[in-house]
Nanobody, 121 residues
Framework: QVQLVESGGGLVQAGGSLRLSCAAS????????MGWFRQAPGKEREFVAD????????NYVDSVKGRFTISRDNPKNVMYLQMNSLKPEDTAVYYC??????????????WGQGTQVTVSS
């Protein structure tokens, strides 16, 4: 079965950095667009970034542009999110998602269990 396992979350001071990883198994990784989402307490899950199956196209929510970088390693079946200049408002549970590359939305995507990121001021 498909498994997405996030890691790399933790507690960091404002201005610090973290790198999240999402290890995928049970799917043909290179056939999927991969994305990061986050959900803060009391808020809806929001899109953070995604990367095309080939890695040549990326998208970011405006609030993280210039601070976060999404990447993937297809031979290793892993996606990353490098997060720099972290702010307290980045505090959330971060989820990775995989949607088949011909799909437009994440409605039928596979999801990981999430990893907590906490940024202290």
């Amino acid at each position: 079965q498909v498994q997405l396992v996030e890691s790399g979350g933790g507690l960091v001071q404002a201005g610090g950095s973290l790198r999240l990883s999402c290890a995928a198994s049970g799917l043909t990784f290179s056939a999927y667009t991969m994305g990061w989402f986050r959900q803060a307490p009391g808020k809806e899950r929001e899109f953070v970034a995604d990367i095309s199956w080939s890695g040549t196209s990326t998208n970011y929510v405006d609030s993280v542009k210039g601070r976060f970088t999404i990447s993937r390693d297809n031979p290793k079946n892993v996606m990353y999110l490098q997060m720099n200049s972290l702010k307290p408002e980045d505090t959330a549970v971060y989820y990775c998602a995989a949607r088949f590359r011909s799909f437009i939305t994440y409605e039928n995507a596979y999801w990981g269990q999430g990893t907590q990121v906490t940024v202290s001021s």
